[in-house]
């Protein structure tokens, strides 16, 4: 009795997990004429897709790769009629939100029904009107506030803090430029600050006032008047200016779509369609490999200000896409602000050894500034979204004297030397001029490479890269028009690119493979219980954290001016 019993047991658990295989590997029931809604909401960072613990203790955050390939997922289903795209607030730059905007206008080209949804309440509705934009139709819920205001940049200045501290700040810069050292040790915006800034203001300023008027057939200068001088917000004002096409609450969306009739699946369940089973993820490899966060040397890791991206861990991952037999070229998508000058030297070297064997394709994010941009000089092909941040051709070195502010803690300090530069590194004594002079070559050293690393890369003689180097940071725009990138476009127009290089015909199905590799659960779980401190942390703090080196021993940092914010 008890030997039936076992085998009764062991055949139900054989056939419990046959089934739940073969529901993985068909997916979730979808009706055909099914509508997808999106909820586009919070960060997107750029990680390969989520394993199934974090998915199951994290839930909702999803990662942008996931957003655009659920997006060509329905496309490409013939059981999806549509898509409903309900947008409220968003925590990602520019980059990001051209990404998704050209991943709508993608889908666009299918013939299916795109629909917009806004649901903002007081806040800025810039971005979110900029990714609406690109559906079929939006509209907006009739209590939303979402005005159309126009672009603010706001920028935090720190040289007043240090003295109320008691502490000595020496920073050395290359070049006028490079501003991260006036954030940090400046009282105001300096004249090349101003004018870069307002150079990116206007470029992203053009790029977006450009995409609402083609997208809603309206001539450019009626929508800036209208941004500049009326900023509409109502949905009132909202539909008079032609920026909408009605304003209705979501069931009565639901209703207009299909009746009773709809269908409306969640994303969250539309996610776990296989992509095979609408004919994508087939066909030859192509490796896309992450490279998000600050720079550091060593592994990757979590910090105060967010992901740290490890010099090891991604030259670990670009070997590996490598000596895959099955990769035919590689796609690096890099989303950083920079860091470590030494780590993205690592980094640099790694991609020009990729590129000796398999075809290297740059893709930037929202930035790939500085040490980002160091990283990508080594590639076959450079791309960026018109509204990516990047160049930030320059080093800024950060040296703080904190012994003023040890005594105010009652720690008295002292420090014996052998070697004339040996304190140099002592964070708790002052920098003479013998050492200001070490410290200032030291940065030249470094911003001659970085212009060397540059000219090799893009083909281009040294004198034109220190003419548009000088620390200073680009659009995307701006930066093919002074041939610092290659192309404008997104992800998938890398991976277009790619399949170029590698002889693959462009129309030709592809299966993307994500590096670095999943994490065991182990390390799955330190970094979920780690990276939900992190997204605790206001906006301002985690940005704040990556103004400083990733630790106490850093050198010259290849850094953009802190986090450019354009809301």
Do not use: C
């Amino acid at each position: 009795m008890r030997k039936w019993l076992r085998r009764t047991l062991l055949l139900a658990a054989l056939l419990a997990l046959l089934g739940l295989w073969w529901q993985a590997h068909r997916g979730p029931a979808i009706p055909a004429g099914s509508f997808v809604v999106f909820k586009l909401e919070g960060r997107y960072p750029e990680s390969p897709p989520d394993g199934l613990l974090r998915r199951i203790l994290l839930g909702g955050e999803r990662s942008l790769i996931e957003l655009l390939m659920d997006l060509r997922k329905a496309a490409a289903d013939p059981r999806v009629r549509g898509i409903v795209v309900r947008l409220s607030s968003l925590e990602i730059g520019w980059g990001k939100a051209a990404e998704i905007r050209q991943a709508l206008l993608e889908f666009r080209k299918s013939g299916k029904l795109s629909v917009a949804f806004l649901e903002q309440e007081l806040t800025s509705s810039n971005m979110t009107h900029y990714i609406a934009s690109a559906a079929d139709r939006v509209y907006v819920s009739p209590a939303s506030s979402a005005p159309l205001s126009g672009l603010a940049a706001q920028y935090f200045f720190l040289g007043g803090l240090w003295e109320k501290l008691d502490i000595e700040l020496t920073v050395e810069k290359r070049a006028e430029y490079k501003t991260a050292g006036d954030v940090l040790a400046g009282r105001e915006m300096t004249g090349p600050h101003r004018e870069m800034a307002n150079s990116l203001l206007d470029s992203l300023t053009q790029e977006f006032l450009q995409g609402i008027a083609v997208a809603r057939s309206l001539p450019t200068e009626r929508l800036r008047f209208l941004v500049e001088e009326e900023a509409p917000s109502s949905s009132e004002e909202l539909l008079r200016a032609g920026l909408v096409d009605g304003s209705k609450h979501w069931e009565d969306l639901r209703q207009e779509l299909g009746g009773s009739d709809a269908r409306f699946i969640e994303e969250a369940t539309y996610s776990h369609v296989p992509p095979e089973r609408v004919g994508l993820q087939e066909g030859p490899s192509i490796a896309v490999v992450f490279g998000s966060g600050q720079i550091v040397a060593g592994e990757s890791q979590r910090g105060p200000g967010g992901v740290l991206l490890g010099s090891d861990t991604l030259r670990k991952a670009l070997e590996q896409a490598a000596e895959s037999a099955r990769v035919r070229a590689v796609v690096l998508r890099i989303d950083s602000p920079g860091g470590s000058a030494l780590a993205s030297d690592t980094i640099w070297r790694a991609v020009r050894e990729v590129k000796k064997r398999k075809p290297v394709v740059v893709s930037m994010s929202d930035l790939a500034a500085s040490g980002g941009y160091y990283s990508a000089v080594a590639a076959a092909k450079v791309l960026a979204q018109p509204t990516t941040l990047t160049g930030s051709i320059g080093v800024v070195l950060a040296r703080p004297n904190i012994r003023g502010f040890l005594q105010r803690l009652g720690i008295q300090t002292e420090t014996l030397t052998r070697g004339k530069f040996a304190a140099l590194n002592d964070i708790t004594t002052p920098v003479d001029e013998a050492g200001k002079a070490r410290l200032a070559a030291e940065v030249e050293r470094i911003y001659d490479l970085f212009i060397q690393r540059v000219s090799e890369g893009r083909g281009l003689p040294v004198g034109e890269i220190r003419a548009v180097a000088r620390g200073r940071v680009w659009t995307g725009q701006q930066a093919l028009e002074r041939r610092l990138v290659d192309q404008l476009g997104g992800l998938f127009s890398a991976v277009d690119a790619a399949k170029e290089l590698a002889g693959i015909e462009t129309s030709a199905p592809v299966r993307l493979e994500f590096f670095p590799r999943a994490a065991s659960w182990a390390e799955q779980l330190a970094e979920i219980f780690s990276s939900s401190a992190v997204a605790s942390l206001p906006r301002q703090l985690r940005e704040l954290s990556q103004a400083f080196p990733a630790s106490e021993d850093s050198g010259p940092a290849l850094l953009m001016p802190w986090q450019i914010h354009v809301r």
